[in-house]
């Protein structure tokens, strides 16, 4: 699966531990298609980064921890001479790579997933929870309920109804630090995986009559939750999901049922962002394409999926800058470039990526470089992006995390880097 | 009191949901003893054929029947290519056959109509109905409630055909002695393969069924998860028995889910929510532990 | 010729009664020993360590304790991986609660835990059978797996439920690379697999062997059903519940209870089925079998698709994986059905006369 453009000199390889089969097949193969696609743009446009070709290799996880794990080792040995950031879009996977990839130095992204006290890069120097982590979103959509309510919250209710996972879990520390704060209600509602049931859960919603429900889904559990609303006569627009809810895949099942709801999300959708446009020119147009179904390019997944190869080919190109241009980087130098990343509005803009993701600024104390989200409405067709750039609390979100790390330092017996020392 | 009918409805409306697919496994247990775990991957395949036949510019109605076609054809084949090769074999290996045959399922579906979650528009709203809500403030589905007559309907037309058909009596025959069905000259393997075949048009309504409700994808091939317990209680052997599992699995369920948690809160603390997974299984477990042969099992006497 | 027991006379009980009473299979294991134990770690890659021979002997480890149960006693049993990580979040609390125990301890009190806990699930064995205990077994799978979610104490209050396993030192000394994992790894799996062996073959697997084949006449014949049944449960949890702390210390490093899915359950039996029920070898045969044709299939099909230039999508490559993994499972119970340990049963009975046929 190598680019046949691989005579050159210099190749930027990317292990790609992804998956395109099983219960999340559908969103895998949008993201990675995405993914894929736009390093072949980079090659086809520009002839790779300061000459330097991306090249890539797929390995199927089929979302499974175990297999995860194989794929990494599979292809550890082919990134020792040159590694971008690994993706494996799972959460389980990106734990179980968390010690081993520090200790191979190649550096993990996991960009809306994965270990989220991993944005303190003192005591995680090889992972990075780019853009934004499950706790600054749900910190976000608080702040954007809040400020549709006329930016008070006192008094009112709001349900986090979630998978009972890992996933899920992670998001609970930080409502429930913004209900002390806010002063508004919080009540917990877990759904067993897979989610394909959920009458109880929303006659108990009913019941509570809350202002909000927020929203942690994964996969079946989705349209799930769209239907069994409709069922219960919940108006959806005042239901709010995370990023893995809001994507084409997760409401066009849904049908009528999904319309008005509204989901977090960290990319925005469609063809009009300029490189989408001529990825799909340049890419397709030279038959090249990774997607069988061009229907999914500009979903939400496949800009996702652009974005996060956006943000690696960026950290290639920052980091040539420091070891040498037209040099392929190892991941230990790759690493160095994720954490000094610096993509600005006019960088983006340059790209032909405005507005596609936020701004971000990574360093060694914060390897999130964002937390920002934007919430986007589902209007039966396509998503509407109805908020702009939302931050979320970062003084009271990040404290959580270096706790959480200190803990972590603690029980593995790391010492943590000096952040102030980093250059 | 409203609230706990409402859950009370909703559990047993989802129930039926639950029997449809239990329904699959009774069939094909009942005439050929063999515990068809690719069931959940049929209510797939069965799904997804209705959704790409549309896709290919067909109506719903052709759609339908393209797909029992599809599920018939499959179920021969199933029957002459894997398991006439593996008759006497212990049960085990049967079993295990069909898990091969639910992954070749999963694999080659998704390849022939795309793997792509869809909607399955069969034109019912699943929404509350407004006279009752209107009057009691109660949530019932109308979508739940066509969904409870199309089993009705279904357990009707299969007990007719079990009753009065030349085949359905075979049918019988076979379920109760195979060498006696034999001996008497009705062909197995045929009746096996039309038993595929009725295991597959059970599929399809239960697939066209869930599909509508939460989209036709993979994760319909989880709906066999809740058609276990449902199985264990009503008894491998029963459709009766699936259809009564079915409701009291589906009722038990949802009032567990509401009323169970917040006792364990005040005893434990924390969140106790999601017993969804465990409870029918443990429900039935229970049961069993009084009935071993589920609610209407066949009784199974041990000779030495 | 080369597998001939002809002229092997025992001359005392204890050569009649040891473990291997042939001398070509002594020689036969004891140089697979050497080979695991001293040549592999010389030529294997780092690759081979954690990707697929450590993972090989820990699923090898579980489906050995499936095998205790469903192969010896003849109770199906979907619920290994709860059993795995019973032991998996034993092990760690071990490590976590109790200042200074070794790990070798803790690993051998997370079997006994997981142990506990089968007996607890296998009460119901008693007055339940084949299917109905099977549909039965996947209660402890859902029920466990739950449980460990739920009550944050087992997971150290962490906000995920994931935990990160302990460092793994013996003896005073860390055991950091692949290798030294993996000779860890293997001296349990082979001590256990011994033991195992003998256990089969003692009066305890007697009785097992007794049960599986019909319980009623087993009790005619005097044989307590009650402990016979648990036992196999405690044994085949132990197995299971030391397998799990092996996944989570020496393989993963970091495991969350929704990670011992179902899904592996239904591998470890798998392993078993193509492996061969009741039967050691089968226990590793079929893990080798079930681990490595994925593997092999994911690296093969892209490379004949790439051979004949047909142009499958990496989709396509995956969904074709998955078709052919579920047909040669069928292809393979109808060729054997009794799995890869007959196959090697025949392989050795046509030894006994190769090269010379007549």
């Known amino acids: 699966m190598l680019s046949s453009a691989a005579m050159a000199a210099e190749e930027q390889f990317f292990p790609l531990i992804d998956y395109r089969v099983g219960p999340y097949g559908s969103n895998g193969q949008a993201f990675y298609g995405g993914f894929i696609d736009y390093l072949n743009y980079v090659n086809l446009k520009e002839k790779g980064v300061n000459g330097v070709q991306m090249t890539y290799e797929e390995c199927e996880t089929e979302y499974n921890n175990a297999k995860g794990v194989e794929c990494y080792e599979r292809l550890k040995s082919k990134a020792a001479k040159s590694a971008g950031p690994l993706h494996t879009m799972s959460t389980g996977i990106s734990y179980a790579l968390i010690d081993k990839s520090a200790q191979d130095k190649l550096p993990l992204a996991m960009m809306g997933y994965g270990r989220t006290d991993a944005v303190d890069g003192s005591v995680f120097p090889y992972a990075f929870p780019l853009v934004t982590t499950y706790q600054m979103q749900a910190s976000a959509i608080v702040k954007f309920i809040k400020d549709k309510n006329g930016g008070n919250l006192a008094g009112k209710k709001i349900v986090y109804l979630y998978h009972d996972s890992a996933y899920g879990k992670e998001a609970i520390i930080a409502l429930e630090a913004e209900a002390s704060l806010n002063k508004f209600t919080l009540v917990q509602i877990p759904v067993a995986h897979p989610g394909n049931e959920q009458g109880a859960q929303w006659l108990k919603i009913r019941q509570e009559k809350p202002d909000f429900v927020i929203f942690w889904g994964w996969g079946v559990m989705n349209q799930t939750a769209l239907k069994a609303a409709q069922k219960v006569a919940f108006p959806r627009d005042k239901m709010i999901g995370s990023w893995w809810t809001g994507s084409e895949e997760d409401v066009v099942p849904a049908g009528d049922a999904a319309k008005g709801y509204m989901a977090a999300t960290w990319n925005v959708s469609g063809k009009q962002v300029p490189v989408i446009a001529d990825i799909e020119n340049v890419v397709y147009g030279a038959g090249k394409g990774n997607l069988q179904d061009k229907t999914k390019i500009g979903t939400i997944l496949y800009n996702r999926g652009v974005s996060a190869a956006v943000l690696s080919v960026e950290a290639i190109r920052k980091g040539q800058e420091k070891y040498g241009k037209g040099k392929a980087l190892t991941g230990e130098q790759t690493r160095w470039a994720l954490e000094n990343l610096n993509i600005t509005d006019a960088r983006l803009k340059a790209l032909g990526a405005t507005d596609l993701l936020p701004e971000i600024k990574t360093s060694c104390d914060n390897h999130e470089g964002s937390g920002k989200v934007k919430i986007q409405q589902w209007d039966g067709a396509k998503w509407v992006p109805v908020s702009g750039w939302i931050e979320g609390n970062k003084a009271l979100i990040h404290p959580l995390f270096q706790a959480s790390a200190k803990q972590y330092a603690k029980e593995k017996g790391i010492t943590p880097r000096d952040c102030s020392k980093e250059k | ?304 | ?358």
């Not at chain 2, 054929?49 to 896709?55: A, D, H, N, T």
Request: glycine share 10%; charged share 10%; hydrophobic share 60%.
């Open chain 3, 1 to 358: 010729m080369l597998y001939r027991e002809a002229g092997q006379f025992k001359t005392t009980y204890a050569a009649d009664q040891q473990l291997f009473p042939i001398r070509q299979d002594r020689i036969g294991v004891i140089t697979l020993l050497l080979v695991a134990f001293l040549g592999v770690p010389l030529f294997a890659s780092e690759y081979w360590f954690s990707a697929i021979l450590i993972p090989f002997l820990i699923f090898a480890l579980a489906a050995l304790g499936l095998n205790v149960l469903t192969g010896y006693a003849g109770q199906l049993s979907l619920g290994s991986a709860a059993f795995m990580a019973v032991g998996a979040y034993a092990a760690y609390n071990f490590q976590l609660r109790i200042e200074g125990i070794p790990i070798l301890v803790s690993f051998a009190l997370a079997g006994l835990t997981a142990a506990g806990v089968g007996i607890l699930f296998g009460l119901p064995s008693l007055r339940i059978k084949g299917f109905y205990l099977a549909v039965a077994t996947l209660a402890a799978q859902f029920f466990i797996v739950w449980c460990l979610t739920k009550f944050p104490w087992l997971s150290n209050n962490s906000s995920s439920g994931v935990i990160s396993t302990q460092k793994l030192i013996i003896f005073g000394h860390e055991l950091t690379t692949p290798v030294e994992k993996y000779l860890l790894v293997l001296s349990i799996v082979v001590v256990m697999a011994l033991a195992a062996k003998n256990m089969v073959r003692s009066s305890t697997g007697r009785a097992w062997m007794a049960v599986r084949d019909m319980d009623v006449a087993a009790s005619v014949i005097g044989i307590k059903l009650m402990p016979t049944k648990l036992l196999a449960f405690a044994v085949s949890s132990f197995y299971c519940g030391v397998a799990g702390a092996l996944y989570a210390f020496c393989y993963l490093g970091s495991v969350e209870p929704d990670g011992f899915s179902l899904e592996m359950s239904f591998k470890i039996l798998f392993m078993i089925i193509i492996g061969g029920v009741g039967s050691i070898m089968g226990s590793f045969l079929g893990a080798a079998f079930i681990l490595l044709l994925p593997i092999f299939l994911d690296v093969a099909l892209p490379f004949l698709a790439g051979l004949f230039g047909l142009p499958f999508s990496s989709a396509t490559v995956s969904h074709i994986q998955i078709t052919v993994f579920g047909a040669l499972i069928m292809f393979f119970l109808i060729v054997e059905p009794h799995g890869l340990a007959r196959l090697w049963q025949i392989a050795k009975e046509k030894l006994r006369l190769w090269p010379f046929p007549h």
């Open chain 2, 1 to 304: 009191m409203n609230f706990f009918l409402e859950v009370l409805i909703g559990g047993l409306l989802s129930g039926v949901m639950y029997a449809l697919v239990a329904l699959g496994f009774v069939m094909i247990y009942k005439a050929s003893g063999v515990f068809n775990f690719a069931q959940g991957a049929m209510v797939y395949l069965a799904a997804l054929s209705v959704v790409g036949c549309i896709e290919q510019g067909a109506p719903l109605w052709l759609a339908i029947i393209l797909a029992f076609i599809i599920m018939t054809l499959f179920g021969i084949a199933t029957e002459k290519f894997v398991l006439r090769k593996l008759v006497n074999q212990p049960p085990i290996a049967l079993f295990m056959a069909t898990i091969g045959l639910a992954f070749f399922i999963e694999g080659i579906a998704p390849m022939v109509f795309g793997s792509d979650p869809r909607a399955l528009e069969l034109g019912i709203v699943d929404e509350p109905l407004p006279w009752v809500m209107d009057n009691w403030n109660m949530v019932i589905s109308k979508f739940d409630l066509v969904a409870a007559g199309v089993a009705g309907v279904l357990v009707a037309t299969l007990a007719l055909f079990f009753q009065y058909t030349r085949i359905g009596r075979a049918l019988r025959a076979v379920a109760d002695d195979h060498q006696a069905a034999l001996s008497i000259g009705i062909p197995l393997q045929h009746i096996w393969a039309i038993v595929w075949g009725v295991a597959g048009f059970v599929a399809l309504v239960a697939g066209m069924m869930w599909g509508a409700r939460n989209g036709v994808q993979f994760a319909l091939t989880f709906t066999a998860l809740k058609a276990l317990p449902v199985l264990i209680l009503g008894g491998f052997t029963s459709v009766p028995g699936a259809i009564i599992g079915g409701l009291i699995i589906g009722a038990s369920e949802k009032l567990a889910e509401i009323y169970i948690p917040p006792v364990m809160q005040d005893l434990f603390g924390g969140n106790f929510g999601g017993i969804e997974g465990w409870f029918p299984y443990v429900l039935a477990l229970l049961f069993l532990l009084v009935r071993p042969e589920g609610l209407f099992g066949e009784k199974h006497i041990d000779r030495v």
